[in-house]
Nanobody, 122 residues
Framework: QVQLVQSGGGLVQAGGSLRLSCAGS???????MGWFRQAPGKEREFVAH????????YYVDSVKGRFTISRDNAKNTVYLQMNSLKPEDTAVYYC????????????????WGQGTQVTVSS
């Protein structure tokens, strides 16, 4: 089992950058890690995930080229670097962990961070 604690986020102008962090405990390096987001009135959506070693990453099309997911297993931490932010990126962002193979479905990720607000002003 893994417990996840998020940090980062906040308010930024369009075109700006933010970095989210997610520190895990337990068998962190044994889990695929991901980031999801949920805007008001919308369903939680997949953003990015990263393999156990960090060698493989996958992104939703809307963030490709702007967001970068990475992990440091020595620090039990996964990151989401967000550049060129747009107002439509505004949402509560969640880190998540799963032992399943590649999946973008929230229901298949059993471990979740507490969520952090990202607001991008135009």
């Amino acid at each position: 089992q893994v417990q996840l604690v998020q940090s980062g986020g906040g308010l930024v102008q369009a075109g700006g950058s933010l970095r989210l962090s997610c520190a895990g405990s337990g068998f962190f390096s044994s889990y695929r890690m991901g980031w999801f987001r949920q805007a008001p009135g919308k369903e939680r959506e997949f953003v990015a995930h990263i393999s156990l070693s960090g060698a493989s990453t996958y992104y939703v099309d809307s963030v490709k080229g702007r967001f970068t997911i990475s992990r440091d297993n020595a620090k039990n931490t996964v990151y989401l670097q967000m550049n060129s932010l747009k107002p439509e990126d505004t949402a509560v962002y969640y880190c998540a962990g799963t032992s399943r193979t590649i999946t973008t479905q929230p229901r298949e990720w059993p471990y979740w961070g507490q969520g952090t607000q990202v607001t991008v002003s135009s």
